[in-house]
């Protein structure tokens, strides 16, 4: 309600004569008005928020939508082998010998609710949550343009948006290392809840080990030892106590037993014992097969007649996974170049502009919105875990297809997609624009007037670096360690879309800064 001029008074009294102002405090009166303007106050505030915002909460809004659609059309969720797996360890809690348990302990966290589909719909949040750290990230040191540029892969990709509504561990992580991340490049990192994040991401995908050592690095590279430093110790603490309970269960050293397995399979691609050979105990486990007519890397650890499979007992005793990583090393040591190109030849799948089946029909079609309902897991290890995740839910399991909202995904995942090659291109712009200052010396303003750069004078390596190493280290690893697979792509998105919006900063584009370099 307007104020009026009147009610605004000390003293509810006009001379000697008594009025309905006397019954109320003066307090009141001016609390009254106070309270008005901060209402006005907070409305303005808001109003501005959003003009300043717009285009950022416009795609946020479609982002939501999108999630929704997905909860509404598979309900309650999509399932993935691993997802049983998972389910076995929060209620038996114990290490596992292929995949660490911070994905477990997530859904640790959310079994009272006794639902897979607020599992999914927390996954979903944390998609937003994720574009919404790149976009707060941009915005400390470019425009809201590249920040709104930045986080609509994240909003947008149908991809994302299923990866989300799988019960699988990469929407964690992916939400982990981002928020590791953004934390790094604020004015006052925490460098203890950095630590942290890194370890539940470690515990999460093994592929974060590196990422420590790569944070850490960035305080080093900075002049900050002692960042570094607490940085390490926060995130090492939680890592060792988990390979110390692994330790106690299984009396191994590390956080699982699989590694000497999967590098092994890794190495199937081009190991050619016949170059290798290899001693009577390992040559067991070679393949007799050409490279080129050989299976995809996974096949040498799921399927019933590889090599390793073969041998007695499971597939990832500490036996079995000591001579899986000897002949892995020594394949990697007779034939470096063949292992360089093959880790090559699988990476140049993130950027491919097509989607082409890979590594297999049954796997590639985990990652597509489904027109029927899945059928159940045909491995042995995820079917022990159907009756946990009936216990979890306490009911039935599996996904039911409800349209029209399903068939909308479906045609929407048809078309809405980020290309590997749109990847790659937005890989190579930070390095482009860091090689084109080097080679003129020059940087440009928004107005294109140059003028000289003293190198002395930066404070230190340039802020798209940290989520450009990350992005990359994250396409890499499993490449070099396992093999492609579509959903490892996904985590490097943001990140990678991060540090190009970094790199275009608050200048103008780089091709018009060249274009007026050259003219003058």
Not at 110 to 120: D, N, Q, R, S, Y
Not at 380 to 386: D, H, K, R, T, W
């Amino acid at each position: 309600m307007p104020i009026e001029p009147e009610d605004v008074q000390v003293s509810g009294r006009t001379g000697d004569t008594p009025t309905a102002a006397d019954d109320v405090p003066a307090s009141g009166r001016a609390g009254e008005r106070v309270g008005g303007v901060a209402g006005v106050r907070e409305r303005v505030s808001a109003g501005a928020f959003v003009r300043r915002h717009g285009w950022f909460l416009g795609v946020l809004a479609v982002g939501a939508a999108l999630r929704v659609v997905a909860l509404l059309g598979y309900r309650p969720a999509l399932w993935f082998p691993d997802t049983y797996t998972y389910i076995v360890t929060v209620f038996h809690p114990r290490p596992d010998l292929v995949r660490p348990a911070g994905y477990s302990m997530f859904l640790k966290l959310l079994e009272p609710f006794h639902a897979f589909g607020m599992v999914a719909v927390v996954q979903h949040l944390l998609g937003l949550a994720t574009a919404a750290l790149v976009y707060w990230a941009v915005l400390r040191g470019a425009r809201r343009r590249w920040a709104t540029l930045a986080a609509t892969p994240v909003l947008l990709d149908a991809y994302q948006v299923q990866l989300e509504h799988l019960l699988v561990s990469d929407t964690l992580f992916m939400f982990l290392i981002v928020l590791a991340v953004a934390l790094c490049l604020a004015k006052r990192p925490k460098l203890v809840t950095i630590g942290l994040l890194l370890a539940a991401a470690t515990l999460t995908r093994t592929v974060g080990q590196p990422l420590i050592l790569l944070l850490a690095a960035w305080f080093v590279l900075r002049r900050q030892l002692r960042p570094a430093g607490v940085l390490l110790a926060a995130a090492l603490v939680p890592v060792v106590a988990y390979g110390a309970w692994f330790y106690a269960t299984y009396e191994r050293v590390g956080i699982i037993g699989a590694n000497g397995v999967f590098l092994y399979a890794r190495t199937m691609s081009f190991a050619d014992c016949a170059r290798m050979d290899p001693p009577p105990d390992l040559r067991v486990l070679c393949d007799p097969r050409p490279a080129g007519q050989r299976p995809p890397s996974q096949e040498y650890i799921w399927a019933k007649d590889a090599p390793l499979v073969a041998l007695p007992g499971i597939t990832f005793t500490r036996e079995t996974d000591d001579l899986a990583g000897r002949f892995a090393a020594l394949a990697i040591r007779t034939q470096p170049l063949d292992y360089a190109g093959s880790v090559l030849s699988e990476l140049a799948r993130s950027f491919v502009w097509g989607r082409p089946v890979y590594p297999d029909q049954e796997i590639y079609d985990y990652y597509q919105f489904p027109v029927t309902p899945p059928g159940p897991p045909g491995r042995y290890a995820a079917q022990l875990g159907v009756d946990y995740s009936q216990r979890y839910e306490r009911g039935a399991i599996g996904t039911a297809v409800v349209e029209p909202y399903a068939g909308w995904l479906r045609a929407y995942q048809d078309v809405a997609r980020l290309p590997g090659t749109v990847l790659l291109a937005v890989l190579l712009v930070p390095p482009a624009l860091a090689a084109g200052r080097v080679v003129y010396g020059r940087r440009w303003t928004p107005r294109g007037r140059r003028r000289a750069v003293d190198p002395s004078s930066r404070p230190g390596p340039a802020p798209w670096l940290l989520p450009w190493t990350t992005a990359v280290v994250l396409l890499v690893t499993p490449a070099a360690a396992a093999e492609f697979d579509y959903r490892y792509v996904l985590p490097a998105v943001p990140l990678a879309f991060l540090a190009a919006a970094l790199a275009c900063g608050k200048r103008k584009n780089f091709l018009i800064g060249i274009t007026r370099n050259v003219r003058l």
